[in-house]
């Protein structure tokens, strides 16, 4: 059989003055053609799954673009129709395919387009027209629409949080496909989105009532007829129409089915939406706790200037209270301050820098600081993530530059990506294992690599655009009410 795959995936924070634009996709992923399954085979991505499965079955594959770029602003309409426009392309001259496969995020946004993936999809109906199976696995943080529904033969989103199943996602989607393409199962859809949205930080599946719906959702008596249920958190940091929390369940042939149990799990959302409520920790407190716990490191995340929702990756006011309560055993990734790492390779390492840090990009993540440190080494940025999540795949941070200010080690970098592996601290030279204190720029994900070396983790409350208090963002689009937005 013959099929065609593609990547296309951001995930668009609408409060971020950062557009995303051609330049930020080709900055962080930007595969074409063949070079799709170079880098991408064999890897826990979602491409890596696909290819998993295709090519066991010894199948012909199709490449179009893989492509991503960190959380920002709006995507441009040149970035978009460049990179939908080569999917498009791609599908238009293959039209004897048995199918697509896609991995999108679920959440862009692009100038004058709200539903991004929606409206790929609708291009790519355009081309190919109501009959073509095509299966979209999308990330959780996704805001689902009536469009997206109808435009996919089948959606499935990823199912855990921290993201360590995406190359299993990949891999139930292909196997999904080819029995969808054969005839073997007829998949019709419910959606139910009830009228809350779960806070960033507590919709995790590590534990609490996102992790216990996840365990409904999957138990082992659920209807046979049911091929696929997906509970899509939504992601809160968009000003748009479609934001919320959404429930997907495809059944075979059983419209009845679908809806019963999508029905089912959306009633449970919404009767205990109380749960999803989460108070962090203020900053001092976060310190004075962490000073306290026994045993290291303990990790401090600064929830709110998470890069992987969109915030800016340059708030510095953690680092700040470390310094004013005198903390000399901690490490930071990372701050981006491309300024800063090229003014540390002029002093060079061994050299002393005093510089202002941070706070450079928008007023939503507190203010630069003044510091004096050490330039203790200067580093290409690349790694290899080694954690549960994205094992295998690597990812550059930029240049950075390591900055000894006063025993805390600060990773300043050129690029912004979410601190969710201790391999970034590794190969910058920092042993992770030999801090106090670990202070990283993430929601969630984080947890995946860095609980099994955490003595503790606590969750900072600095000002940023992925901040959990929702009451301070100007909404202006979104449907109303919307629990906990409006209480
Ligand atoms: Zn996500």
């Known amino acids: 059989m013959k099929w065609i795959i593609g990547a296309f995936a951001h995930e668009t924070n609408t409060f971020s003055t950062v ?41 012909e594959v199709v490449y179009t673009v893989s492509s991503h770029a960190t959380p920002s602003g709006l995507v441009t309409r040149e970035a ?25 995020h679920g959440a862009m946004v692009v100038e004058g387009i709200d539903d991004g993936e929606g409206h790929l999809l609708g291009l790519i109906r355009e081309v190919i027209g109501d009959e073509m199976p095509l299966v979209v696995v999308l990330d959780l943080h996704s805001h689902i629409t009536e469009e997206l529904v109808d435009r996919a033969s089948m959606l499935i989103g990823y199912q855990k949080y921290p993201h360590t199943d995406m190359g299993e996602r990949g891999r139930e989607a292909a196997q999904m496909i080819v029995r969808i393409a054969k005839g073997e199962v007829t998949p019709v859809v419910s959606l139910n989105k009830p009228p809350m949205i779960p806070v960033c930080g507590t919709c995790h599946t590590e534990g609490g009532l996102y992790k216990e719906m996840w365990e ?69 407190d976060a310190i004075r706790q962490a000073l306290a ?46 300024k800063v790492v090229e003014e540390a390779i002029e002093v060079g390492v061994g050299n002393m820098l005093t510089t202002s840090l941070g706070a450079k ?30 094992r295998g795949a690597s990812a550059s941070l930029g240049t950075c530059a390591v900055l000894d200010i006063g025993g805390i080690l600060v990773i300043v970098s050129s690029k912004r990506i979410q601190s969710r592996d201790p391999e970034m601290f ?54 109303r009410p919307l629990y906990p937005i409006d209480l």
């Open 80 to 104: 978009f129709d460049t990179i939908g426009g080569q999917i498009v392309e791609g599908i238009a001259a293959n039209r004897d395919a048995d199918g697509i496969l896609l991995a999108l």
């Open 216 to 284: 409904v959702a999957l138990r082992s008596d659920r209807p046979e007829g049911i091929l696929s249920t997906s509970l899509f958190a939504g992601f809160s940091y968009a000003d748009i129409p479609p934001m919320g929390h959404a429930i997907v369940v495809y059944a075979d042939g059983d419209m009845d089915v679908a809806k019963t149990e999508a029905d089912q799990m959306a009633q449970m959302a919404w009767d205990r939406r109380a749960e999803f409520l989460y108070t962090p920790t203020s900053v001092p």
């Open 426 to 479: 590794r190969a910058a030279g920092v042993d992770p294992m030999d801090q106090k204190i670990l202070v990283v720029k993430s929601a969630v994900h984080f947890r995946a690599g860095f609980n099994p070396i955490a003595a503790d983790i606590i969750i900072a409350d600095a000002p940023g655009l992925t901040a959990l208090n929702l009451s301070q963002f100007d909404f202006k689009r979104i449907q």
């Open 293 to 338: 716990v026994e045993g290291q490191p303990v990790v401090i995340a600064d929830i709110a200037d998470n890069p992987g929702g969109g915030g800016s990756n340059d708030g510095v006011e953690i680092l700040r209270e470390l310094i004013t309560q005198g903390v000399t055993r901690a490490a930071l990734a990372t701050i981006y301050d491309p």
């Open 361 to 390: 990009t928008d007023d939503f993540h507190g203010q630069a600081m003044d510091v004096t440190g050490c330039v203790r080494s200067i580093w290409d940025g690349h790694f290899t993530y080694k954690g549960p999540m994205s």
């Open 19 to 59: 557009p995303t634009d051609l330049e930020s996709f080709r900055a962080q992923t930007y595969l074409q053609g063949e070079e799709v399954a170079e880098v991408q085979r064999g890897t826990e991505t979602v491409v890596g799954g696909f290819l998993d499965v295709l090519e066991q079955r010894g199948d």
